[in-house]
């Protein structure tokens, strides 16, 4: 019977509608299953049913503290995320600000949190920015007024000897930025010996931001038996990299934005075959400069932000801007800005980049690629159709990437339709370095790999000639003669006589 429950859950996931729908503020939340990850059904299944802060089975004083803060039910991110932080395994979790994900990770953390007078940290928050530090310490002492628990906040930007001081006094909850973290720890003031569990949050941004080698170098200074929980609004190259590298078999929850008004969007998706032919394809489309008159065109990474801005630059360069963490602040800010006021019709942007800015009347938004991670196309195409207005989103995919197109479509339950791909598009031949054969190089020689398409070698020899490996002589005698030679293939012999 059990099994039966699992399959009719199952086949509901795959077809979207398993979908539990909560109320925070005005957005609502669909929780969608990593379909992929086979450690995340049981938990999904679990706690379909849960919907109150008793089910979470926390404190007494974190009770009274959450009935201050007037929350009457835990948010999708929370009673999913709950459950797994307490048992101990590392968690991926898959939500945006706004979700509720700081208690998310808090509740659990404090509550199995012993009282201590230890100077060093055992729980370490990272955050890519100062603002994030000041918000997660006033989460942490919203839910600890009936605890005896110190938290602290470091970060750049400020006075290291203050904060020198105020680590030397001891805390139990420390939420850092990396840089800041990293120079206390190397001052010998700040030791990370004693942490239990890692909190990395906003991890998309803080990758996008570079720091990567900073975390790396935190990672060296962590004990190795810690518990690591992430937390991140999209998911990235960088991200999965990072999972991989650092995380034990961890259990993924996503929590997707279903408030994004599907009816609302109209969409529609081109098959084309290489990065040139869309952005062949994309020129075209744009030269309609009525119907395209404010176009957010998203890619999955910086590299090819510039490569698509350098492309269109010739054709469309004075309407074009672009914006990645490569990009100083003063030129994200200004290239925003222009795009918002009109000056700018097509703004080039990354998915982690995007995040935050608030624009208005998006005539359509561009999926240039498509995303490898079905919830940054629901907050890509977020971007357009807001507040009842008609949106337009249109995604290109080429074949490699039409499983992401499918993934896409089971989260939304919803076919995109193909529109033909224009007669009067150019294909391009040209290959991205990406999209050429890959060779590898042996020993001086270049050696095309396995996937490369080749036909027969010149020098191959003709069939007949072909020599199979049949063994030894003796061996072959054996098939020939079919006469045991000696004494263990008697044996042998009789045995398969009986079996006939
Ligand atoms: P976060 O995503 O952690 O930044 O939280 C977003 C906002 O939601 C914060 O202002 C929280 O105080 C609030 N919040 C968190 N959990 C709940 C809940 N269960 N019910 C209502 N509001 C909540």
Redesign the pocket.
Known sequence: MPLVILIVFHSNIISGQASHHYN??TAHHTITPILHNSNFLPYFCKNLFMNSFEDLNLSKQLYNAIAD?G?????PI?FEACPVVLSGKDVVGI??????????YMLPILKDLKFSRQLNPRVLILVPTRELVL?VVE?VKSLTTYMNTRVLGVYGGTNINTQKQAVAGGCDILAATPGRLYDLALTGVLKLKDIKKLVIDEVDVMLELGFRYQLTNIFELLPERRQNIMFSATMTEEVDALIDDTFISPVKISIALSGTPLHNIAQQCYNVPNFYTKVNLLSHLLRDRDEYHKVLVFVSGKKYADRLFEALEERYGPETCVIHSNKSQNYRFRSIQQFDEGANRILVTTDVMARGIDLDKISHVINFDTPAYPENYMHRIGRTGRAEEKGKTILFYTPKEEEAKLAIEILMDYEIPVVEFPEEVEISKQLTPEERPRNIEISGKIRRTQDDERGPAFHEKKLKNTKFNQGGSYLRKMKTYKKPQKRGDKIANLRSKKNK
């Open positions: 925070l503020s803060l929350f009457e039910k835990p948010t929370q939500a945006q600000t706004g979700t509720g994900k700081t208690l998310a918000q989460h």
